[in-house]
């Protein structure tokens, strides 16, 4: 992602708004969930590093590391890391999405947790049970492949770990589409993952 900075601005979606209405999420959710709650995490945190000579001229990420305050976020670090969150979370759909990795990512999630049903398994668990709002994570933790869940608007990158793929499950996310099944919503997500981009990242 870009690591452009201050005043930061609303990406546009790697795919058309309306281009996952056959596979479960309907134009209305990212008109909303883009739109609206995306937006306002950007339009919050350019208002709250408008008088901060320390964050202005940074990127997005260094934003993020620098508010985390080593485990004491100050106030910008929610609307840094959720605009970061949700960049990286579109570009994990596709309407071209679904299927199976191929290639090295392929074999790395094969190693590291048995299979990709395996894998699948483990992660939904983890965005199932992350009470409340929150994220499910795969990330190369420097040792191997590993998920991970994070409460808010906490991400990775904050422990030194690499994300390739994620899920939000803030309600926000699916309410529209699934009100209160959450775990619909997991189940539908394994027809729009976006295995090309997991993988270019991995190979990253």
């Known amino acids: 992602m870009a690591t452009k900075t201050a005043p930061f601005e609303l990406p546009p979606l790697p795919f058309p708004i309306d281009s996952l209405e056959s596979k ?15 937006q306002a995490y950007i339009t919050n945190l350019n208002n709250q590093i408008k008088s901060k000579n320390d964050l202005q001229n940074l990127g997005l990420e260094e934003i993020i590391h620098k508010t985390w305050n080593g485990g004491n976020p100050t106030p910008e670090f929610n609307n840094a890391a959720q605009a970061w969150n949700h960049s990286f979370f579109w570009e994990c759909l596709s309407p071209n999405g679904g299927g199976e990795p191929t290639g090295a990512l392929a074999e790395a999630i094969t190693k590291d947790f048995g299979s990709l049903d395996a894998f699948k398994e483990e992660f939904a668990a983890a965005a199932a049970t992350q009470f409340g709002s929150g994220w499910a994570w795969l990330v190369d933790s420097g040792k191997g492949l590993a998920v991970r869940k994070t409460p808010n608007a906490v991400t990775p990158i904050v422990n030194g770990e690499t994300p390739l793929l994620t899920i939000d499950v803030w309600e926000h996310a699916y309410y529209l589409d699934f009100q209160n099944r959450r775990p619909d919503f997991i189940k539908n997500f394994w027809n729009i993952v976006n295995w090309d981009k997991v993988a270019e990242r991995y190979g990253k």
């Open 24 to 38: 479960g999420m309907s134009k209305k959710t990212f008109e909303f969930h883009w739109g609206k709650h995306h």
